[in-house]
């Protein structure tokens, strides 16, 4: 509850301070956050791998070193200048429309699915394929390749993206992260497992870190550190509730009917993003 109370803290603000960089292309940021996130996971979970060995008690106080860390380099480099607010404005409500408001819900329960579903990979997926006699190892290497893919084919991903408007390279991004659910209902082979993870981490690298951006831009300057909380919060929940969701569908139906509701509930929220966005029909340059 500590680590996921001051994790919430700091991947908020930590979006916020990158929407405040205007020295950079929005989608820079992020997708540089997003990358150096994957390769902190790749160090992490290899570190561990040795560490284990020597005691629990060495990860926990290597973790509490990087977090440390983490407090050194913000106290040194971060300097925000930050307007003092009266107590009035501090209160006011978000100054959203009605169809940003709406964009706003819909894109926070979009998030919720994605991150809901994510959550089945680091849980039922490792049962579901040892069930498969197919040895655990073989789960942790899944990994593995998702998080090098993102670190060497993040580059490349964001060049790609670029070149169109960022709600359709979310959407896309998006799809292909949905794909990979009904790809695990036929994966019956290890083989099955991998095609699986990379249409995942496909998906992942085109959409996950462009909804920050996306949100961004429906707020003032003042605000967007509300909107990406309201954002984390969802990511939240999804972790929270997808592992539990996940386990009582298994057991008391399938690992088939798991994935499909996960790859359909994605794509039913992803339709409703469409139709707001369409609905709202913003100007092609708020998604630079």
């Known amino acids: 509850m500590i680590v996921g109370f ?59 070193l990087c977090y440390l860390l983490l407090l050194l380099i913000i106290a040194l480099t971060f300097r925000v200048p930050i307007k003092a607010k009266s107590d009035q404005a501090v209160t006011q409500p978000l100054k959203l429309k009605s169809d940003q408001r709406w964009l706003l819900l819909v894109l926070c329960g979009l998030t919720f699915v994605i991150y809901a579903s994510y959550a089945l990979w680091e849980s039922v997926v490792s049962v579901h394929l040892t069930s498969l006699h197919i040895p655990f190892h073989y789960y942790s290497l899944l990994w593995t390749i998702n998080g090098l893919l993102i670190v060497f084919g993040q580059p490349v991903v964001t060049h790609f993206g670029a070149r169109f408007a960022l709600p359709k390279v979310v959407m896309l991004g998006v799809t292909l992260f949905a794909a990979s659910f009904f790809c695990l ?20 690298m085109l959409g996950n870190p462009l909804i920050p951006v ?48 996960a790859g359909g509930s994605i794509l039913v929220m992803l339709l409703g993003v469409l139709i707001v966005w369409r609905r709202q029909n913003l100007h092609p340059s708020t998604h630079k």
Request: glycine share 12%; aromatic share 14%; net charge negative.
């Open 6 to 64: 001051g994790d919430g803290i700091n991947m908020t603000v930590l979006n916020a301070y990158a929407a405040q960089d205007t020295s950079h292309e929005r989608r820079y940021v992020f997708n540089l956050i997003y990358m150096a996130l994957n390769l902190g996971i790749v160090i992490g979970t290899l570190t561990v791998g040795y560490l284990y060995a020597s005691g629990i008690r060495y990860v926990f106080a290597v973790a509490g």
């Open 214 to 261: 996306w949100v961004d831009t429906l707020a003032s300057a003042d605000q967007k550190g509300r909107l990406q909380g309201d954002l984390n919060m969802a990511i939240s929940l999804g972790r929270a509730f997808g592992p539990l969701i996940g386990g009582l569908l298994v057991d008391f139906f399938s690992y088939g009917l798991l994935f499909s509701l």
């Open 185 to 204: 209902i036929y994966a019956q082979t290890y083989a099955g497992f991998v095609v699986a993870m990379l249409v995942l981490t496909i998906g992942e």
